[in-house]
């Protein structure tokens, strides 16, 4: 016991606070003795509000991992350090202040004593160093694991945890489901982006350890196992056959860590990691958008907020019944389009979310940062808004907002996304640049991010003919949406869709086929030549007229002659200066879905 040193500071005690904590200590650590639980290679306790800077200065002196655990549902607040030598082993207890808080604090400290003394107890061939690589086969990942479990459940099966619980684990198995969940998703979603396949594995082998080692510690409590929702069953598992093993090991029986290995293998499947053995080979989801999708969390997407100029003028206008007809055209117009628009995406696979609220509409997709994933879900959504500026505008209605990339995530009763935020911050402000114009016009604004991000793309030849006159550059630099089909165009994709889509088995564009002909359908009748010219000609005759009549209002009478300069300049294209289209520089453009 005198050989062990104790290191007490914190902030926030005084001296005499400071010395007691001390006091208690020597207590523990002298019953601790007395009962031979106290291992001779414990070193140091040290109880620090520094915890994390503590730790990492024991990382760094002993080479270990230097890794704590800080899921939103768990927080460490001890941690064993372990030099990890055969030859001359020692081991440091790590306490951070806030452990004293807890009415079981006492036995919360005998567990790490008995974690360390538990050490000694376990069998040669388990007393390996934790450390593991993306080729390390799956027995050897579960002996590690095994030898950490073994330290803190034998732990447990000597301390009296229940009378401080009353029956409830202060970690609940479904939130320690739902940050492994949510780590796994991120991982998978990350390795989409950058293709690290190394740390994809090494840092999935961390999260399924932090997420069995926190079961083990809810195991001194009462739940239900359906609590781990689709891990039911391997939990089930785990927990009664590793606490089989733990008593065969601590009576020097003989063991098995099979149980363990067969479980990470099941789990890890259900996270879209495949493990297979003979030879040994992890494989990897291609598409993981569609991993664990009841976990609440954020993930990137690129998201489209458009919303109807004038709404509010239009109540004003329905409420002193100058327009008893607005509401019903309103939502006639708005419903049609809406309604063609949820159509269009959800006969695609491509998880695609459409939603209404008041006159606001948002479309919102997916994407990795790959070279061509993000071009193509790009093109989808454009193709898209311009589909539904296309239905609104034949009903006269003009609209405004931006397309932003970023966190997102909805349900039905709620959207928490920081790139609806951005988009909508485009259609309030006028501009990307953050700062309010004096004119806002009726554009559908693309975040600088998103055409920085479609350099160096590749992206089918189809799919590319829609960026030939896609994206309009304004005088001030805005580029956006051109709400209007060139027919040529569009014909020229609709009469290949078939060579270029049909063929295809990729995913991808499997999805493109569906929401390119869909939206050919939606608008197609508006296509011809003859059409385009009569649709264009009574645009510019409303919008004429909306001049006139809006003629004394200076702030809505700029935004239609912004309109009809231009409709102008998309009859005659005859000022470059004016407006101009927008060229993307991709990559490569290429006529086979294989090259992409």
Known sequence: MENVKLFVQCSVWDSDTTSKIEGFLVEILKDAHENDYLSPFLKEIIITDLYKEEFDRIAKKWNIKSVLSNEAEYISVGK??????????????????????????????????????????????????????CNTPINHVADIFFAFFFETYYAWLRVDYKKYSNGQPPISPRNITDAYKRKLKRLQLKHQDDLKFDYLVIKAYDALFTFLNLSVEATRYLFEFSEYGIFEIPMRKFITQLHDQVINVAKNDPYSTLFLKEVMIDILGKSFLKI??????????????????????????????????????????????????????????????????????????????????????????????????????FATV????????????MKGYILRGGIAIGSYYSNDNMIFSGALVEAASFEKNGSTCGKSLPIKFPRILVAPEILEKLKGTRIHILMEAYFKDGLVSDLDGEVFVNPFFNGDISRFVYSNIYDG???AEDEIATTLKTIVKSSLELIGSLLTPASSEISMNVLITEVNSKILQYENESAVVSKYIWVSEFLDWLKKENDPNRFKYYKVDFKEIVDSWNAG
């Not at 350090?81 to 079981?104: A, G, M, T, V």
């Open 80 to 133: 064993i350090c372990s030099n990890k030598s055969r030859e001359d082993p020692q081991h440091i207890i790590l306490i951070h202040p806030i452990i004293f808080s807890e009415d079981d604090w006492v036995d919360r400290i005998n567990s790490l004593l008995l974690n360390v003394y538990a050490v000694g107890l376990l069998p040669v061939e388990l007393q390996i160093a934790n450390e593991y690589y």
């Open 276 to 377: 297979i053995e003979n030879p040994y080979e992890i494989k990897v989801s291609e598409d993981p958008k569609g991993l664990f999708p009841d976990v609440v969390d954020t993930h990137n997407r690129i998201v489209a907020f458009v919303d109807v100029l004038g709404f509010s003028n239009m109540i004003r206008r329905f409420d002193l019944e100058k327009d008893i007809n607005l509401l019903k055209d309103l939502k006639e117009s708005l419903d049609g389009a809406v309604l063609k628009m949820k159509a269009m995406f959800r006969t695609s696979s491509g998880n695609f979310e459409c939603k209404l609220f008041s006159d606001c509409f948002c479309l919102s997709v997916p994407y990795y940062d790959t070279d061509t994933d993000f071009s193509y879900q």
């Open 382 to 393: 454009m193709l898209g808004i311009k589909t539904y500026q296309m239905l609104m505008l």
């Open 501 to 503: 889509f049909q063929s």
